[in-house]
């Protein structure tokens, strides 16, 4: 691994599912690979999202997602944090791959189909989504992309995107690798069935008030085969002992196991105790984060100077490209 880059939609409030499916091992890779790792607040593709895009409040969202990012560990002195819209070549990278990526190998993602079915009006930009990020990754030639399980396919995509460009145009690109966290590839949401996402508002968010968390916490579903508290229940069947296990140590869930199983405590118990676990790792994030929100200038001096850092790579990758597809180049 040498360089890796992912993105995090501002799309909503970031939540513990991509805090602990990506955030935090953008951290661990940050605090390893330093300038070589670079994280984007992806603006333009939050634009694909009909339901989320609210012109009047996208710069907020995307000043905040950074703002969060920066909160829950990650250094823009070290890493290379921007904003998508910042470094223009990833949308014009991302035409060119759209001329390279057959309409077959979009229509069958399977996010784009979820997604494209709960839309009236599909619009063809969700369509176009993973070359987007197919660009967002290769122009910086990443090897490495950190991100949850939802991902993996569209990272199988950039592969093949980047091997295509490398077969007509010459060897270029690498073809990256996705990284998965494997603690936490698929954080289950509140309703303990579909994946945490902003769009479905199953979510906690990582800056959410703590009373509307414990709130969530103590209406997360049970075993429903435990119908009395004197039943012995299975902690693998309520996203209870899901989340008990992203927060808290190793023995402390055995032995709650144990009880659990044993009809010995009850749920109410054991969510008091995930609320406990959950807000010691959340609660530096949101003191980290209003100390940032009375310096805002210092966040976007941070993206600025991300941008320029990662413009600089960018445009290199670009003129290569324009070259390699033979425009006619300006003198
Ligand atoms: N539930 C999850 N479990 C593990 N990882 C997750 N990620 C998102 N949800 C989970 C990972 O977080 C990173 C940033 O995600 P994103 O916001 O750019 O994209 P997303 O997957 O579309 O996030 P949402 O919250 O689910 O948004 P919507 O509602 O728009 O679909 C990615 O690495 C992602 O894998």
Known sequence: MTRVLSGIQPSGEIHIGNYLGAIRQWVELGERLGREAFFCIVD???????????????AQRTFEAALVNMAAGLDPERVTLFVQSHVPEHTELAWVFTTLTPLGDLTRMTQFKDKAAKQEAVWSGLLMYPVLQAADILVYKADTVPVGEDQVQHIELTREIARRFNALFGETFPEPEALLNPEAPRVPGIDGKAKMSKSLGN??????????????????????QRIRLADPGDPERTVVFTYLGYFAPKELVAALKEEYRKAGIGTLVVKRILFEEMMKVLRPIRERAEQLKKHPDHVMDALLEGARRARAVAQATMEEVREKVGLLLPA
């Open 44 to 58: 333009y593709h939050a634009l694909t999202n009909p339901l989320a895009y609210d012109p009047s409040t996208l």
């Open 203 to 224: 979510t906690i968010g990582l800056l959410e008030d703590e009373r509307s968390i414990w709130e969530k916490i103590r209406h997360l579903p049970d075993d429903p």
